[in-house]
């Protein structure tokens, strides 16, 4: 057996303690696998009147919050489904004559949700240390539990007192030490140097030598300009008696043209002033129509009365198959959930098989794609809209949240975006419980299915449908079906909705906003 931890407990609550283990292991053994019995730890009286927790698998102990998230998320996976088989273990120990209500009681327990600090992986498996809570708290025999002490160290209580004296003395002794021989302070390493007075060297002065007087030079004789030569004497000019007199001809004086006659300048006629133009007509004002509780979906929050404005209701599925990545297939859902009722078989993947299994359980899943979408149609939803919120979890009621107005449409996004996935569908009781929180009879209601599979609890989600139309003529349901499984097309059916089949992120918003659509509104309204 592989050691876990350790608790203290008194000697009357070990007896009750081991006696409980009995029992509850033999109830085990004949309604569930061995792995799930093997999931809680075993305990294990010691000498020193200590409780020891061992399980049956190999490997090194590791708490569920030291674990990394790909391991922590693989380890939650193995452990919803062993906690979900243990809680229909319970349900058919109940339905036995002459049962112990105190086992009963444990048996419940043990497939709740268990707090992280019981989580422990062990070899890639889940063990948990249930038994901390075994002791039924109306029982008289209940004892609290010690916290947990780790086996790999020592308590400090069990020191005597004399050894941290003699510690504490050695210590101050080491620290006295290392001051004197290596602190520059102490009366060890200091020296008393001779102070000597500064010796000041003499500065010597430099005087400047005198500047000789220039020499005179001799100056440099300047050549004479060259005498310019004397210019020649002009010709003598003839005078006009000398020249020939010659008698010009006149020349022909041209007679002028007649100028030509001006051409008259034609006047302008005088402009028409134009004709008035009449003012177009005013456009008559259209009248809206009245409304009623069917025409209501059609109009603006400003242009209907608030009586009649459109309520939707979301029915969210969070079992355990919304786990799965979004792009997974049906027959990808079959091979992981075939995988993990064999826990040990997961240990031994490799290859294709182990790239699969983590393609299948990574980020984005059904779970969080879907919560995204629907978070995003809230926050789009007109002023005056009422809404409320059903979630499907666990077996063997839905959980109603309630109706929520519109000025508390924050509190109903946060309700949604803080769902985790657990065992159970419940699709019948989860409509029923919508069914409560919608009119249906004076103004038109949606409620808005989201589910990746069908009932799982033994109820009757299209008989649940039937009997809403008939007592609610103006409800309508509208079904978004993750993965194409189609379970729920009688319930859109039944009361003349929809079903819109998606696989992908995209195809999962558009058929969320498509569902939605009566409670959206015109796109032109103020939000």
């Avoid at 620290?175 to 520059?184: A, G, I, K, M, V």
């Avoid at 008939?470 to 509208?478: A, S, V």
Wanted: net charge negative; hydrophobic share 40%; glycine share 6%.
């Amino acid at each position: 057996m592989n050691r876990i931890v350790q608790r203290h407990f008194s000697y009357r609550s070990v007896q009750d303690l081991e006696a409980l283990h009995d029992s509850f292991l033999r109830v085990l053994g004949v309604s569930v696998p061995p792995s799930v019995a093997a999931l809680y730890a075993t305990p294990r009286v010691s000498t020193d009147g200590t409780v020891q927790w061992d399980t049956s698998f190999a490997g090194q102990p590791t708490p569920y919050a030291d674990l990394p998230e790909s391991a922590a998320t693989h380890l939650r996976i193995v452990l919803f489904e062993r906690l979900r088989a243990l809680g229909q273990c319970a349900e058919a120990y109940a339905a036995q004559p002459n049962q112990d209500p105190h086992l009963l009681r444990t048996l419940r327990d043990a497939s709740a949700d268990p707090p992280v600090e019981a989580i422990y992986s062990v070899g890639g498996q889940p063990v948990l240390l249930f038994w901390d809570r075994a002791i039924v708290a109306d029982s008289p025999r209940k004892v609290l539990a010690a916290p947990i002490i780790p086996l790999v160290t020592a308590s400090a209580s069990t020191l005597p007192l004399w050894k941290w004296l003699l510690g504490g003395l050695l210590l101050l002794l080491l620290l006295f030490f290392l001051w004197w021989f290596w602190c520059p302070r102490s009366p060890f390493n200091r020296v008393e140097l001779p102070i000597q007075p500064p010796v000041i060297e003499p500065v010597a002065v430099v005087t400047p030598e005198p500047t000789p007087e220039p020499t005179p030079t001799k100056p440099i004789p300047v050549p004479e300009p060259p005498k310019p030569e004397p210019e020649p004497e002009p010709e003598p000019v003839p005078k006009p008696a000398d020249l020939p007199i010659i008698d010009p001809e006149p020349e022909p004086v041209p007679e002028p043209e007649p100028a030509p006659a001006p051409e008259p300048i034609p006047v302008p006629e005088p402009l028409k002033p134009p004709k008035p133009v009449p003012p177009p007509p005013k456009p008559k004002p259209v009248a809206k129509p009245p409304a009623t509780i069917t025409t209501a979906k059609n109009l603006c929050p400003e242009d209907r009365p608030a009586a009649l404005a459109p309520e939707m209701v979301v029915v969210f599925d969070s079992s355990g198959s919304m786990m799965v990545n979004i792009n997974a297939t049906r027959e990808d859902e079959q091979w992981l959930f075939a995988k993990l009722n064999r826990p040990q078989a997961i240990l031994f993947l490799s290859g294709q098989d182990r790239q699969r299994f983590e393609y299948l359980t990574r980020q984005p899943t059904r779970m969080t794609t879907a919560q995204q979408a629907t978070i995003d149609v809230m926050k789009r939803l007109p002023s005056d809209i009422g809404s409320g919120l059903v979630v499907v979890d666990a077996c063997p009621t839905a959980n109603n949240i309630g109706r929520f107005g519109p000025s508390e449409r924050g509190a109903m996004i946060n309700q949604l975006r803080g769902l985790r996935p657990h065992q159970g569908t419940p699709l019948a009781d989860g409509i029923l419980e919508a069914g409560k929180l919608v009119d249906g009879v004076n103004k038109e209601s949606t409620i808005l299915l989201v589910s990746d599979g069908g009932e799982s609890c033994g109820g009757d989600p299209c008989l649940v449908a039937r009997n809403l139309a008939r007592q609610k003529p103006h409800l309508k349901i509208n079904v978004v079906d993750i993965g194409g499984t189609g379970a729920a097309a009688c319930v859109a059916q039944a009361t003349g909705g929809k079903v819109y089949s998606v696989s992908s992120i995209a195809e999962l918003n558009a058929g969320i906003n498509s569902a939605a659509k009566d409670a959206l509104g015109p796109s032109t309204c103020k939000k």
